[in-house]
């Protein structure tokens, strides 16, 4: 081999790696978007009711879905600034609070394969105390963007205090 070849040889093998090597680190890059706080465009939040309540409580989960098939983006903890309404009332006699304080619970990696829930809790046996329209909250993310959702017809709230859990994989 001449060593014009051998130069030669040895700058495609060296533009090889670097290029590999930037191929390499722009998929670990890409490896943890989940480091990003989810925003109101990354997510669609919907409010149902949850048979699987532990005995005495009744709850609702709170669905948090990718608004895209590219959607990949971090919440975590428990949702804040939760507040209720019907027409011009509000639910603010209603005090939220989560059901394990100082608790921060895992980030959830949400994306359009993994979607992520997290739970009200009320007590059964109650009184109703106010039948809400629609709820509204800042998402368990850095980003702590408030959306309204609709709430479930006619879904009663019951009692004059209400815990929510912290994020987790649906």
Same mark, same amino acid.
């Given at each position: 081999?001449?060593s014009?070849?051998?130069?030669?040889?040895? /700058?495609? /093998?060296?533009? #090889?790696?670097a290029?590999?090597?930037?191929l390499?680190?722009?998929? /670990?890059a890409? %490896?943890?978007?989940? @480091?990003?706080?989810c925003?109101? @465009? @990354?997510?669609?939040?919907?409010?149902?009711?949850d048979?699987? %309540?532990a %005995?005495?409580?009744?709850a609702y989960?709170?669905s948090?879905? +990718?608004?895209?098939?590219?959607?990949?983006?971090?919440?975590?903890?428990v !949702?804040?600034?939760?507040?209720?309404v019907?027409?011009h009332?509000n639910?603010?006699?209603?005090?939220?609070?989560?059901?394990? !304080?100082?608790?921060?619970?895992?980030?959830?990696?949400?994306? +359009?394969q993994?979607?992520?829930?997290?739970?009200?809790?009320?007590?059964?046996?109650?009184?109703?105390?106010?039948?809400?329209?629609?709820?509204?909250?800042?998402?368990?993310?850095? @980003? #702590?963007?408030t959306?309204t959702?609709?709430?479930?017809? #006619?879904?009663?709230?019951?009692?004059?205090?209400?815990?929510?859990t912290?994020? %987790?994989?649906?």
């Open positions: 081999m001449t014009t070849s051998a130069r030669a040889a040895a /700058v495609v /093998v060296a533009g #090889g790696m290029a590999g090597g930037l390499l680190a722009a998929g /670990v890409g %490896a943890s978007p989940s @480091d990003r706080p925003g109101i @465009d @990354d997510v669609t939040v919907s409010v149902a009711p048979a699987g %309540a %005995a005495g409580q009744e989960a709170i948090y879905t +990718a608004a895209s098939p590219t959607t990949n983006c971090k919440l975590q903890g !949702p804040t600034g939760v507040n209720f019907a027409g009332d639910g603010s006699d209603i005090t939220v609070t989560p059901d394990a !304080p100082g608790a921060p619970g895992d980030p959830v990696n949400l994306t +359009a993994h979607p992520a829930v997290s739970y009200l809790l009320q007590d059964a046996a109650a009184p109703v105390t106010f039948v809400p329209t629609a709820m509204n909250l800042n998402l368990p993310s850095a @980003d #702590g963007s959306t959702i609709a709430w479930p017809a #006619g879904a009663p709230l019951k009692g004059d205090t209400v815990e929510l912290a994020v %987790a994989p649906a």
